[in-house]
Nanobody, 122 residues
Framework: QVQLVESGGGLVQAGGSLRLSCAAS???????MAWFRHAPGKEREFVAA????????YYAGSVKGRFTISRDNNKITVDLQMNSLKPEDTAVYYC????????????????WGQGTQVTVSS
């Protein structure tokens, strides 16, 4: 069983930056990794994903150009650098991992973290 632990959430003013980090407990069965978010009253939505090698990245249109996903396979971590934050980015952010390694915006994810709150004030 793969465990994912997120860190780095918090409160920031609009226009500010935050960096989220997710650590996986093991490499086995973990290929693609991603971030999702869930805001109150909305459905959970895909934010960004990255392939095992880091050579392929995927972003939701709403965050493209502002967020950057990266990973370190030695530490088995995946980070999400969030810049130019907007109040509409406020949500609980979840790290996820999948056995798939392509088309990562549309595949099922097998493992999920507990989530970290990001709040952007206007």
């Amino acid at each position: 069983q793969v465990q994912l632990v997120e860190s780095g959430g918090g409160l920031v003013q609009a226009g500010g930056s935050l960096r989220l980090s997710c650590a996986a407990s093991q490499r086995t069965f973990v290929y693609g990794m991603a971030w999702f978010r869930h805001a109150p009253g909305k459905e959970r939505e895909f934010v960004a994903a990255i392939s095992w090698s880091g050579g392929s990245t995927y972003y939701a249109g709403s965050v493209k150009g502002r967020f950057t996903i990266s990973r370190d396979n030695n530490k088995i971590t995946v980070d999400l650098q969030m810049n130019s934050l907007k109040p509409e980015d406020t949500a609980v952010y979840y790290c996820a991992a999948t056995k798939y390694n392509s088309n990562l915006g549309a595949v099922p994810y097998d493992y999920w973290g507990q989530g970290t709150q990001v709040t952007v004030s206007s």
